[in-house]
Each structure stands twice: as structure tokens, then as C-alpha cells.
């Protein structure tokens, strides 16, 4: 159990916060959460991150598949391919298959990965296990469960090595269970495959590269979003808790943070206004928030043309749910600029509405049946199925054997969008995308076009590979005119560049 500001860690060694982690006494925080009092996790005013680390990044992942866009800026923030990253698999089983680890890292361009893991806290304590390490510009936590990295490495000189990175201004970052052990404060820490618990008596601290914060992941794929709040923010005031999910990360630099990846983030205890009926404020990639002030910095659509006002006025006749309602998402350069949903009722668990209720996509549907694959008799088998429903790291797509057509949302869309056809970072997005895509010129502009029915009917996918930008509208009434919401997002869009 936690016993002033030291945690007592399995094997009984100890590691003293106010000498490791930092700014953030656990004696206050405890002390905060039996009293009720709110404590400001605040730093001296010398400037010094609240947060965040003084030095280096710190890279929160919410699990799932992953883009290359993270593993290529976590690359970047360690130095480059050359540079030396550790992997540590320790969370995801007592048995380790080393021959894998690394993959995704080296695949997006690591030439130097090197496996750190042990189950045997002696050997996590031992000067020459921890030298292998010693000039590390990275270290990654792989998923599982985090309540084997605390088994394994709470409070020896191996946790000590990996602050180590920070201090030389390298990058520690994790998914999964390799997120949650970021903050200082643990959930879902049981010692169990039971992660339901979220708060454990014995494993309620985190290594805390994010002070005074408590980090989940899977939030939206799993159905976690009320979690946060239910179990934890609710009762503690003072802790700032942030979430992702699955293919979505937190680049952190001093207190402030970058929403990279695929599909959303979100802030509990923040001090902006939250999401309505919700105890939380969404974030999308492009996003910047600043962790210590628990502010928004600036979102990704500033100063895009594409205003709050300007896509409610787009939208106005969906307000009416009899509409059938409608879902849209416009990104450009991996930034999501706008996503919103309209006429959609509040699903369950606060799911956000731009990922269900699902909507026919119509002709839409042979986009992605391109990518099914049918055996030598025509016929299509689950296992093509959930090939096409891993591109991109999609959620809810769900299809129809018998009919050949898809269900699905805009969000789902725009992850197969990215796994399909857009390249890495940075490079020229030159794929031909299969029928019923057309490519045409829209103006100056290269364009690709697809629509769930015939004349613009019922959903719209319009491409702009030169500006690789992307708009996306989903009706629930498969006879409305999807196409011309959607030009007038792009002509927005690309009238303000």
C-alpha cells in the first residue's frame, strides 16, 4: 500500500517520488483526495513544467494499430533512425517472444532497437543489465498489463534509467498499458487480466513522466469513456486525466501536448468548458493542449474558413433527427479539422456519434470491398472480412455477405482512409484508388470522388491527394444529397489555403 510519499513496490524496495518524479507530492494528493480539498498540481514559478517533463517527450498511445505517423515522430524525438531505443515488452506476459519486439519501430525506419525485459527485480536492479541502456534516446512500453512493469521495475535502478532518457532529453512513450504506466497515477493497475478495476490499493502509482495525471487507453474501441470519470475524477479534483483512443497519441513536450493519429482524445478535469452532457472536453489530431494551465491551445480547423458556424450552417436541416441524421469529417495533413455529428442521438456510454449509430454506405461499400480479396469459388470468408475491417485499425464496419454492401461512420472511414491509401509522413499521396472512385479535375484541382448512390445520394468521399485532404458526410437518409455538403466543406477548405 502507498505510505506517505514513499510506495512500497513488490520485493519491498522502495522509490521516493519527491527524489524521482518530481513536483508532485502523493502525500498531498492523498491528503487532497480524503479531505475534498482541490489541489493545483502547480510547479514553483519558475517557469518549469506542471506537468510534463522538464526535458525530453513523453508519447501516450491508446493501443490498437498504430499509423506511421507516431512511431515516426517517436523516432524523430529520440534523435533519428540511428538513434539507440529500448523496447521493454515486460507488460505483456511473463513469457516474452523477443524475435518480435520491435517490429513496429523498426518497420517505420529504428535501426537501432535493442529488447529490455525481465520479469526478476534483482536483475532490473543490476548495474549491468541497466548499462545496455545507459546512452538510450528512447524507451518504449509495449502493451499488456502495467501492474508487471510496477512488479518488475518499480523503484530499481532500471525505472531510474529509464527518467534517465527524459533527462537527456530523449522520448519515453507506451501504448496500451504502456500508456496508463506514463502518469503518476494508475488505473486499471489490478494485478489480474480483470481490467475493469480501476483503482487497486497496491497499484496506484504510475512512474509519472505526466505528474498529477492519470492516463486510459481503448477508451471508444472498448466502450470506456464514463470510466475516467465514474471511478476517479469524480473523487479526485486535483488529478488531470487524459485518455486516447486506439491509433490516437499524446506527443508531449514540457506541458504541451499534440493530439496525433487516427480518431480522438480526451480531458477530464480540464478547465475548459466540457462536451455537452459529458464530464469530458474531446480533442482531435491537430489539436494542442496545454496540460498544466488544463487548457486548449488551438485546434486543428483555426483559420481553415472551416468555423463552427460555418458546417452548423452546412447542417442546419439535420438538426431535426427525423432527417435521419447526418456525420461528417474533413481532415487535412493528418489533422482532423472538423467532426461533428448532427441530428444523432447520445449513444450509449458517451460513444462519440460520429462512430455510431452505423449508416449504409451504399456504393461506398465497393471501396472496400476492393480490399476483400474473394476465394476461388467468389465466395468472401470471415477472415477476408477482418483483414478489411484491421485496415487502418477500424472499429464498427460490418458487413453483409449475403447483400456485399457495408454499414459503417465517418470516423471508421477516415481509419481505413489512412491505412489504405495514404503513405508516410510528409510524402506525396500518389495511390489510384479503385472504383466507384473518380478522378477529375475540380478547378485546379486533382480530385477524387465517390458516392453512396447515384446522383451524390446518401454519403460522399472526396479526395484531394496533392493536398492531401480528405471530406467525408454520411446521411441517414440514403436519398438526400450527400454531395453537395461535401464540395461546399472543400471549396471551403481549399479556397483558404
Known amino acids: ?19 524521482h518524479l518530481g513536483l508532485l507530492s502523493l502525500a498531498t494528493a492523498l491528503a487532497s483526495a480524503c479531505s ?35 512511431f515516426a515522430r517517436f523516432i524523430e524525438l529520440a534523435g533519428g533512425p540511428d538513434a539507440l531505443i529500448a523496447e521493454v515488452p515486460t507488460a505483456g506476459s511473463d513469457s516474452v517472444d523477443v524475435s518480435t519486439v520491435g517490429r513496429g519501430l523498426r518497420a517505420a525506419g529504428a535501426r537501432n532497437v535493442v529488447v ?28 499488456g498489463r502495467h501492474y508487471r512493469l510496477v512488479n518488475s521495475y518499480g523503484g530499481t535502478k532500471s525505472q531510474r534509467a529509464f527518467e534517465a532518457v527524459l533527462a537527456r532529453g530523449g522520448v ?25 478495476i480501476m483503482n487497486h490499493p497496491q497499484y496506484l502509482e504510475g512512474f509519472g513522466y505526466l505528474r498529477g495525471t492519470a492516463i486510459d487507453q481503448h477508451v471508444v474501441a472498448r466502450e470506456r469513456l464514463p470510466d475516467l470519470h465514474d471511478s476517479v475524477t469524480s473523487r479526485r479534483p486535483d488529478l488531470l486525466a487524459i485518455s486516447e483512443d486506439e491509433g490516437t497519441a499524446w506527443v508531449v513536450r514540457g506541458d504541451t501536448a499534440e493530439v496525433i493519429g487516427r480518431n480522438k482524445a480526451f480531458v477530464y478535469n480540464g478547465r475548459d468548458t466540457n462536451d455537452t452532457g459529458r464530464p469530458f472536453l474531446t480533442l482531435h489530431p491537430g489539436d494542442r493542449y496545454n496540460l498544466g494551465a488544463r487548457r486548449i491551445m488551438s485546434r486543428a480547423g483555426d483559420g481553415t474558413g472551416l468555423s463552427a458556424a460555418f458546417v452548423d450552417s452546412v447542417f442546419a436541416a439535420y438538426r ?159 436519398s438526400a444529397n450527400a454531395q453537395v455538403p461535401a464540395e461546399l466543406l472543400a471549396r471551403r477548405l481549399l479556397d483558404a489555403r
Request: charged share 15%; no cysteine.
Open 1 to 19: 500500500m502507498i505510505v506517505g510519499t514513499r510506495h512500497l513496490f513488490p520485493g519491498g524496495a522502495t522509490h521516493t517520488l519527491s527524489r
Open 36 to 70: 475534498g480539498r482541490s489541489v493545483d498540481p502547480s510547479a514553483p514559478g519558475d517557469g518549469s513544467p506542471r506537468v510534463g517533463p522538464a526535458r525530453g517527450s513523453v508519447v501516450v498511445v491508446g493501443g490498437g494499430a498504430q499509423g506511421p505517423e507516431i
Open 116 to 143: 529490455f525485459h525481465t520479469t526478476n527485480r534483482a536483475v532490473a536492479d543490476a548495474d549491468t543489465f541497466v548499462a545496455k541502456i545507459a546512452n538510450a534516446r528512447g524507451v518504449w512500453f509495449g502493451g
Open 172 to 196: 519515453v512513450g507506451g501504448s496500451s498499458a504502456g500508456a496508463s504506466i506514463l502518469g503518476s497515477y494508475l488505473v486499471r493497475g489490478a494485478p489480474s487480466n480483470d481490467n475493469r
Open 320 to 478: 431535426d433527427p427525423v432527417r435521419g441524421g447526418a456525420t461528417v469529417l474533413v481532415a487535412r495533413d493528418g489533422k482532423v479539422l472538423v467532426n461533428r455529428a448532427f441530428g444523432v442521438p447520445v449513444q450509449a456510454r458517451f460513444t462519440p456519434e460520429t462512430g455510431a449509430p452505423l449508416m449504409a454506405l451504399g456504393a461506398l461499400s465497393q471501396v472496400l470491398n476492393s480490399a476483400l480479396g474473394p476465394d476461388s469459388a467468389g465466395t468472401v470468408p470471415p477472415s477476408a472480412v477482418r483483414r478489411v475491417q484491421a485496415i487502418g485499425g477500424t472499429q464498427r464496419l460490418q458487413f453483409s455477405a449475403a447483400t456485399r454492401l457495408w454499414v459503417g461512420n465517418v470516423d471508421d472511414l477516415y481509419r481505413f482512409d489512412l491505412g489504405r491509401f495514404v503513405v508516410r509522413p510528409g510524402a506525396a499521396d500518389t495511390v489510384t484508388p479503385p472504383a466507384p472512385f473518380v478522378i477529375d479535375q475540380w478547378g485546379a484541382t486533382a480530385r477524387q470522388r465517390a458516392f453512396a448512390g447515384a446522383s451524390g445520394t446518401g454519403g460522399a468521399w472526396l479526395r484531394f491527394p496533392q493536398q492531401r485532404a480528405v471530406v467525408l458526410v454520411l446521411l441517414g437518409d440514403a
